[in-house]
C-alpha cells in the first residue's frame, strides 16, 4: 500500500519561469513512489484569449506556454515515470493533447494521454439565464453575447483520467486545487464524500497552484521579508500521507524559503473566508490548521477540515469589452509636476469638449497610479506634493467607441508641441479588451468526463 504522494509545482501561470520545473523533477526523480509534476497556467482572461483563438482556428484554443513548459521536461518525466497534469488545454484540451503527443513522439515517447473535458458551458444557458446567475454585480444585464462560459469544475476528472493509466493529464478549466486532489484521490482512493482528506489534498493544492508564492516568490520585502537567491528561487515539492498530512519542501541548491511565514501567507491568498474556503470537491475550513518547520525548508501542515461540497460551480463569463486607449508622456527636471499637472489638464478639457462621453483616466506612474482616480482627485494632490522632477504620465480609456479612443491618442500625442515645455518619450496603444463575470450554475449543467487521446479522435 503506497503511503506517500509527491506532488511537485512546474507553474503558477502562463507567464512563470519556464525552467523552474527542470530541477522539480530532477528530485521527484530521485524517490520511488507515485510523483505527479502539475501545471497552473489559466487565468480567467487567459481563458477567453484561447477561446478566441479557437474561433479563429480550430487546432488553436490551449495555452501558448504550452511547448515551452511541457518540452524541457517532458523526456525526463516520462523516463522516470512522473505523471503530468495541466490546466494548459484551456480551451481546447484535445489540440493541447495532440501537441503533447506530437512532442513526445519527437522525443522518441509514446505516452498515453487523457483530456478532460465538460467545463464549458457553451449553449446550455442563454445569455439571460447567466445574467440570472450573476453574482456580485450586473455587468452580463442585457448583453447579447459573450466569449465563453466555462464552469470550474472538481477532481473527479483527472481521478478518472489518471485510473485509465494516463501518464498525462490536459485539462481545460478546472479548480486549481483540484490539480493536487484529483491525483490524490487517484493513489489514496479518497471517497468524494470524505470531507476532511478532500480538504486536506485540496489544501496541499491550493499551496502549489501559485507555483514559487509558497517559496519566496511574492514575498520578498528586503530588510522587512528577506528571501536568499530570489533569482534561483525554487519551486515547491508537497509530500503528502495518506491522512492527509502534507510535507512541504523544495529541491535542494535552489533558492527561496519554504517556513511558516511564506506557508501561512500563501495559505490565506485568495482565500475570502478561512472557516469556508469554496471549491467544487470541498468547503475547506484552515481554522483548525497547524503549520510547524520540521527542517530546514520543511513545513509540515495539517489539521485541515471539511464540509459538504457547495451545490453550485463557480462559472466565470466572459464578453467582448471593446477596447482601450493608452497613451504616455514623460516631463523631466525642475518644475516636472507642475508642467505634468498642466499636461493633464489640457487633455481632460480637450477630450470633455470633444467626446464628453469618454471617462479618461490620467496617472502618474510611481506617484499616483494604483488609486482608480478617475476623477483626478489623488492626481492633483500627489504630484505636486511630491515636488517630483520626473513624471510619467498615463492616459488611459476603455470604450466601444473606436474613435473617440483613437481621438485621445491623438491628443496625447499632440502634447509635443501644443502642451507644456518638455515632453517626450509618447507611447501609444490600442489593445482589443475582454472583461469577466462570475456566477453560480447548478452541477446539473457540467458534464466532466475524461477520455483517452485515441479515443477522443
Known amino acids: 500500500m503506497t503511503d506517500m504522494v509527491r506532488i511537485g ?8 519561469r519556464v525552467e523552474a520545473a527542470v530541477p522539480v523533477v530532477a528530485e521527484l526523480a530521485r524517490h520511488e513512489g507515485p510523483r505527479f509534476l502539475i501545471f497552473e497556467t489559466l487565468a480567467e482572461r487567459t481563458l477567453a484569449a484561447c477561446q478566441l483563438a479557437r474561433r479563429n482556428d480550430p487546432s488553436c484554443g490551449y495555452s501558448p506556454a504550452l511547448e515551452r513548459f511541457v518540452a524541457p521536461i517532458l523526456a525526463s518525466c ?15 484540451p484535445r489540440a493541447a493533447a495532440a501537441r503533447i503527443a506530437a512532442l513526445a513522439k519527437a522525443a522518441g515517447f509514446s505516452p498515453c494521454i487523457a483530456v478532460v473535458d465538460g467545463a464549458s458551458l457553451d449553449g446550455r444557458l442563454s445569455v439571460a439565464e447567466l445574467a440570472a446567475r450573476e453574482v456580485g454585480g450586473t455587468l452580463l444585464q442585457g448583453r447579447q453575447a459573450i466569449v465563453s462560459a466555462d464552469a470550474y469544475i472538481g477532481a473527479t476528472a483527472i481521478m ?4 485509465l493509466g494516463a501518464d498525462i493529464v490536459v485539462t481545460g478549466r478546472i479548480a486549481d486545487p483540484a490539480l493536487a486532489l484529483g491525483p490524490l484521490r487517484h493513489v489514496f482512493r479518497w471517497n468524494e464524500d470524505e470531507w476532511d482528506l478532500l480538504a486536506a489534498g485540496t489544501l496541499a493544492g491550493h499551496l502549489l ?6 517559496s519566496g516568490g511574492y514575498f520578498a520585502d528586503p530588510g522587512v521579508k528577506d528571501v536568499p537567491d530570489l533569482s534561483h528561487v525554487g519551486f515547491p515539492i508537497a509530500e503528502i500521507a495518506r491522512d492527509g498530512t502534507l510535507t512541504l519542501t ?3 541548491g535552489t533558492g527561496g524559503r519554504i517556513d511558516r511565514f511564506t506557508v501561512i501567507e500563501q495559505m490565506l491568498y485568495e482565500i475570502h473566508d478561512p472557516a469556508a474556503y469554496l471549491t467544487p470537491d470541498v468547503v475547506l475550513d484552515l481554522t483548525a490548521a497547524r503549520v510547524e518547520e520540521i527542517g530546514p525548508d520543511r513545513v509540515r501542515v495539517s489539521g485541515a477540515r471539511g464540509h459538504a461540497r457547495p451545490e453550485t460551480l463557480k462559472t466565470t463569463v466572459c464578453f467582448e469589452a471593446g477596447h482601450l486607449a493608452e497613451a504616455e508622456i514623460s516631463y523631466a527636471g525642475p518644475n516636472a509636476a507642475a508642467r505634468a499637472q498642466l499636461a493633464a489638464q489640457i487633455i481632460r478639457t480637450r477630450m470633455a469638449e470633444q467626446a464628453p462621453h ?12 494604483l488609486f ?15 515636488r517630483a522632477q520626473d513624471v510619467r504620465l498615463r492616459f488611459a480609456a476603455q470604450s466601444t467607441d473606436l474613435q473617440a479612443l483613437n481621438l485621445l491618442l491623438d491628443e496625447v500625442e499632440a502634447l509635443y508641441c501644443v ?3 518638455g515632453g517626450g518619450g509618447v507611447r501609444r496603444h490600442l489593445t482589443a479588451r475582454l472583461s469577466s463575470a462570475s456566477c453560480l450554475v447548478e452541477r446539473s449543467f457540467t458534464h466532466p468526463c475524461a477520455t483517452l487521446l485515441e479515443e477522443a479522435a
Open 250 to 252: 523544495k529541491p535542494p
Open 358 to 369: 469618454l471617462l479618461v483616466r490620467v496617472d502618474a506612474i510611481g506617484l499616483a497610479s
Open 9 to 16: 509545482s512546474g507553474a503558477g501561470f502562463a507567464g512563470d
Open 372 to 386: 482608480n482616480d478617475t476623477a483626478g482627485t489623488v492626481l492633483a494632490e500627489q504630484v505636486l506634493q511630491a
Open 209 to 214: 497552484e501559485c507555483g514559487a508564492q509558497v
Open 78 to 92: 516520462l523516463s522516470s515515470g512522473i505523471r503530468i497534469i495541466g490546466n494548459f488545454g484551456a480551451a481546447n
Open 419 to 421: 502642451g507644456p515645455a
Open 160 to 163: 478518472e483520467g489518471l485510473d
